[in-house]
């Protein structure tokens, strides 16, 4: 199994409240991802990472931010949290990034309710 | 962007029977992924397949890139293959984001 770890793994917020998400891997691998999962849509991509400190935004970024400040860890911020926010957070990794045809890694996701 | 179906949406099948999944894509495609939801929520990559047939086990995926398909084929079902199956794809340029189907749900049952 790929060395990611995500904490918290399960975290309850009031809406208004900052959240941050973790993401650290073992690998060394260059590519970080942070997805969302609802029911009905699948994963979707919020943001991403190709390096130290270069993002870049997915389809659903809008109320997140990121942060990679060191290979290993990727953050993932939630500002003002809100009920729509509410999901599950999958981290993900890659050596090369899926268009090159590394295989993707998955952590075991964040579960994430906005109350 | 490129659009990811899959189909169906839900299969409900007895232990031992076998099963196939689809993936249509919109657009020509150098990457293909499927992956593995387990019930506890766990992603796990199953096949990197851009194009050819690729073979693990009771599992075997097939894409046809000039036709825009893959295919998973699950022969001989057990109920730990129960859970959610994703298709994933790569834009053609760009940048190294994946897009993913809405998957399909399957459901073994002893």
């Known amino acids: 199994d790929a060395g990611i770890t995500q904490s918290p793994r399960h975290k309850v917020t009031e809406t208004g409240t900052p959240v941050t998400l973790r993401c650290h891997q073992t690998?060394?691998?260059?590519?970080m991802y942070w997805y969302r999962q609802d029911p009905g849509h699948g994963l979707r991509l919020i943001h991403y990472?190709?390096?130290?400190?270069?993002?870049d935004k997915g389809e659903v970024s809008d109320g997140y931010s990121v942060s990679r400040s060191k290979t290993e860890d990727f953050l993932l911020t939630l500002e003002s949290a809100t009920s729509s926010q509410t999901s599950v957070y999958f981290c993900?990794?890659?050596?090369?990034?899926?268009?090159?045809?590394?295989?993707?890694?998955f952590g075991e996701g964040s579960w994430l309710t906005v109350v | 962007g490129i659009q990811v179906e899959q189909s169906p949406p839900d299969l409900i099948l007895q232990e031992g029977a076998n099963s196939t999944l689809r993936c249509n894509f919109s657009?020509?495609?150098?990457?293909l992924q499927w992956f593995h939801q387990n019930p506890w929520g766990q992603l796990i990559n199953l096949f990197y397949?851009?194009?050819g047939t690729k073979q693990n086990g009771r599992l075997s995926a097939t894409t046809v890139a000039t036709e825009r398909y893959s295919l998973l084929y699950i022969s001989s079902s057990q109920t730990t293959d129960s859970g959610v199956y994703f298709c994933?794809?790569?834009?053609?340029?760009?940048?190294?984001?994946?897009?993913f189907g809405t998957g399909t749900r399957l459901t073994i049952i002893p």
């Open positions: 993900a990794i890659s050596e090369s990034g899926g268009r090159t045809g590394n295989t993707i890694y």
């Open positions: 690998e060394n691998h260059r590519y």
């Open positions: 990472s190709y390096g130290v400190k270069d993002t």
């Open positions: 657009d020509s495609v150098n990457n």
């Open positions: 397949i851009p194009s």
């Open positions: 994933a794809v790569p834009p053609n340029f760009g940048n190294e984001k994946l897009t």
